[in-house]
């Protein structure tokens, strides 16, 4: 399926408005609301729209710290990756985990509270992962740029 300039409209407006009602969102991008609710109905079913969700603030939560993990394996063999795959998969405090190509095999995203936080997670899960070589954090500063909208 291509996507139209109408699609883009729709999808533009979902990424920074997930709640708004289709009525608004038919007038905000001059459709009827059937025809929206339409349109609406088959990028879900195609999968342009995979999910709907709340972002929490994480600084209203208590996690004030955004920390990166660069993990480097001590292999590649698949039974190697499958293993750590698995394992950080289920570590509650990761929020992302990319394979990555260059000096570090995977790259984590955590929140965490603190130092002490980080601590904690490092000694529970993190230095417990299979088949590490080398892990390098870095604590973020300060976010500059922060969203979830991909530019259509």
């Known amino acids: 399926m291509q996507l139209d300039a109408t699609d883009r409209r729709i999808l533009q407006v ?6 708004i009602s289709n009525a608004d969102l038919a ?6 609301p059937s025809a929206c609710h339409r349109r609406v109905q088959r990028l879900e079913t195609e999968g342009f729209i995979s999910a709907y969700v709340a972002l929490v603030d994480a600084r209203k ?3 004030h710290t955004t920390v990166f993990v660069e993990i480097t394996l001590n292999g590649q063999s698949d039974e190697v990756l499958d293993a750590f795959e698995k394992a950080v998969a289920r570590i509650p405090d990761v929020l992302e985990c ?3 190509a260059g000096s570090a095999d995977f790259l984590l995203k955590l929140m965490v509270e603190d130092t002490e936080d980080f601590a904690r997670i490092h000694r529970q899960y993190l230095a417990r992962l299979p088949g590490v070589a080398q892990m390098q954090s870095s604590f973020a500063l300060r976010t500059v740029v922060k969203t979830t909208a991909l530019d259509l």
């Open 61 to 63: 939560i208590g996690k």
């Open 27 to 32: 007038e905000r991008i001059a459709l009827s």
């Open 14 to 19: 979902l990424q920074r408005e997930g709640r």
């Open 98 to 100: 990319h394979l990555m």
